[in-house]
């Protein structure tokens, strides 16, 4: 690839990744996940009636936690690929070390696969997935879980 090219593909993830850094600022920071939770809710707390604000505002944070975690990721791949650029061996998968298309490189800058390879391993991923996701799933059930335990149903049912 033509060095002119390729130190505009730099610039590109470069300003990328700036706009990536400006966003895991603003979810990791201040008045972000950097705030602990019961600091977030303010006079909240599990045992007084605003259960459901809680909740939501778990389940905020932990949208937010996802988003997070893709952020840093995107943020290293960029990294990565600039590392690749300056070492000159940008544009060779990493997987299978074929070349990748000029043509993909341009529309994704950041990429460190090649089609193939990039398949494969969004077909894996599917398969083994949801890690993030089911540790999601479970803050907002323990949530609810906790809601359950401190209600008297007992009282009520005997
Ligand atoms: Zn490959």
Known sequence: MKKQRLERLYEALEAEKQELLGVEE?????????????????????YDNHFADYASELYERSKDLGILENTRQQIAEIEEAQNAIAEGNYGYCHNCGQMIPESRLMALPRTLLCVQCKREQEDRDEHQRPVEEDDVFFAGEDAWGVGRDILPNEEFSQ
Request: net charge negative; aromatic share 0%; glycine share 24%.
């Open 26 to 46: 603003r979810l990791a920071g201040p008045g972000g996940l950097g705030v602990p939770m019961d600091e977030a809710t303010g006079e909240l707390s599990i």
